[in-house]
């Protein structure tokens, strides 16, 4: 097999093809890392992994993340295992149509993810495809003023606030992600760990600039997320059953695409965390070994 690498044409993403993510040996790792690296959203059309296949491609980037209790694959499905359909006001529905605002996974956690796997096992007849934009080419883009003005501020960052602002009151401790500690703060400008490139850390879950007034706070970073995530630096892919997408949560935001949630959409979601050094929120560094 012929490892074939195709960018998508957008700043990020690429599609791979030749490579059996089940069966990859260290040579072939290391080309997908590379990959991974430079073009930030990897696409592997057809792959069909098994639940402990993700699980072991995931941990080829790192530490798997447990998203509910222990596991270490969790399903983004509008769908019962008993197959009827979540209703609007369920919470499960709601952090699915919260995943269709523009975000990078965990941010709102004290240590942010590294990267996600994605794996598509029941697609709707419309819609529902998944987009991502390219943080590392917004922040190039910028004009030298807002730059100026970014580069030392931090922001803080949570779930409450995004599903908040969607309309969705999280219980406390009611489902993944509704960290109840003092939300993380972080830079706005991150320097990407191992590329040393510059992006800009965005997306819903930001708030509460330090600094600026919250309605000041509120319209930089929605003028910071409309600028970013537009034409060449966003790449959106429409899933077929055994797709699967892993992406650098480092530099780039995605969002899911809506769809009638009448029909069933069937995802599975491996989240790998960050390194401590590279991830960890402002106040948590402090305590970081
Ligand atoms: C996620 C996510 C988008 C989608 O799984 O973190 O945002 O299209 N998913 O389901
Ligand atoms: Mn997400």
Redesign the pocket.
Known sequence: MTLTITPTGATLGAIVTGVELANLDDARWADIERAFLAHAVLIFPSQHLSEAAQIDFGRRFGNIEHLVADREIVP?SNQRVDGTILKDDEPGLQL?RG?EGW?T?SSYMPLAAKA?V?SAHVVPSAG???EWADMRAAYDALDEETKARIAQLSAYHSLYYSQGRIGHKGVVGSSYGFHTGEPPLRPLVKVHPVTGRKSLFIGRHAYGIPGLAPEESEKLLDRLVAFACQAPRTYCHAWRPGDVVVWDNRCVL????PFDYREP?V?K?T?VSGEPASELAVPNAQIAP
């Open positions: 983004i699915m995943n975000h996974d996600s994605l529902g495809q998944t995605h969002r899911a695409r959409r995802m979601h989240r």
